[in-house]
């Protein structure tokens, strides 16, 4: 797994972009980081005020009015038919981007080091990708974060090798977590930007897709203790956040061969070593650690040390599928909603979107 390291000084133009809706509890944070930051002397930072109800924006033009590089802007509203909420205040970000602006794009939960955006930038020029995806720590308190959190890393590092996945074009292949995402600006409008993915619950994957799809080259990185993040503060956050999108995952018949495959993997040993005898047992434990393992690895990886909650490992592959089960029965019904907005109920995927676009 490649990751981020500290390095020399970024001179070109860097746009930091964020998207917020109701974040004040969230984004001072972050503004605060960013201010901090070293090695790239010609940042700029914009704020969406996504028509927060919270005072997320009049609290982000409190925390930066001394300092030039920042500008708040005000949300217009609702998102245009067909468009998620945040795919259109990064798509409106992007708008006041100088033609040789990388863009960054970063969550308002995300916390950085006073050398990340640095680091994630020099990264990018140094590779000649179209997009470098830095995979910030996810960091998880509470039994229901802990249980569910580090199933992200765990699902990409368990299913594919990162370097050549990271060498290949194929889309199949593409990881890319919206939380932190640096673009060639070239590359980014080449594919017509978050527009291309304007209905996507999962834009930060289909516009890594998009990229690919039109023969440029993404990574991802392990932000290697230069960015962590923690989405979710309780059990009814995560699952209102896991049910925005796992619905659109595995589309069609592939879900049912995943739940299958899950269960076959990661339920059954445990349940054999529990109840069989003699050989059945012994390859249950064999099966149950190999699990285990892998997921102490997997949060290794991206830097959050030691797991407790690695041993319940079975549990959690559970809740995933409960919490898949939920958000599919949302989107047959029409329910998906996000931030109170409702979401599309259907994956709209990069290339069509893009072609739209043009």
């Known amino acids: 797994m490649p990751r981020l390291r500290p390095g020399a000084a970024v001179l070109e133009p860097v746009l930091v972009c964020i998207p917020a809706r109701d974040e004040a509890h ?12 070293r090695g790239v002397p010609r940042l700029r930072v914009l704020v969406l005020d996504d028509a ?28 245009p038919p067909g468009w998620t909420g945040k795919a259109a205040a990064c798509a409106r970000l992007a708008e006041h981007a100088r033609p040789t602006e990388v863009l960054v794009f970063l969550d308002a939960d995300v916390r950085l080091t006073d050398q990340a955006i640095a680091a994630a930038v020099a990264r990018l020029r140094r590779r000649g990708t179209g997009l470098v995806a830095p995979w910030p720590r996810q960091d998880a308190r509470t039994p229901a974060e802990r249980l569910v959190q580090p199933l992200l890393a765990w699902s990409w590092s368990v299913s594919l090798p990162i370097r050549p996945a990271n060498r290949s074009r194929r889309r199949s292949t593409a990881v890319a977590c919206g939380q932190f995402l640096v673009f060639d600006p070239t590359a980014y409008r080449r594919v017509g930007g978050h527009a291309a993915v304007a209905g996507s619950v999962t834009e930060d994957l289909d516009l890594a897709r998009a990229l690919r799809d039109a023969g440029v080259s993404t990574e991802l990185v392990a932000a290697n203790g230069l960015a962590s993040c923690r989405m979710y503060r309780d059990a009814a956050e995560l699952t209102r956040g896991y049910s925005r999108w796992l619905w659109s995952a595995y589309p069609g018949p592939a879900h049912a061969a995943v ?5 076959l993997t990661y339920l059954v040993p445990p349940l054999a070593a529990l109840t069989g005898a003699g050989p059945t047992r012994r390859w249950g434990v064999a099966g149950y650690t190999a699990a285990v393992g892998s997921r102490l690895l997997a949060r290794r990886l991206e830097g959050a040390g030691w797991d407790p909650a690695a041993a319940l490992h079975p549990v959690s592959v559970l809740a995933y599928l409960l919490l898949g089960a939920r958000s599919r029965r949302a989107a047959r019904t029409g329910r998906l909603t996000w931030r109170g907005r409702p979401l599309p109920a259907r994956r709209r995927t990069a290339a069509r979107a893009s072609r739209g676009s043009r």
């Open 259 to 263: 739940t299958a495959l899950l269960t």
């Open 26 to 37: 969230r984004l001072p944070d972050l503004l605060a980081d960013l201010q901090r930051q």
């Open 52 to 79: 927060s109800a919270d005072g997320t924006g009049e609290l982000a033009r409190r925390t930066t009015a001394r300092d030039d590089r920042f500008e708040v802007l005000t949300g217009s509203g609702e998102p």
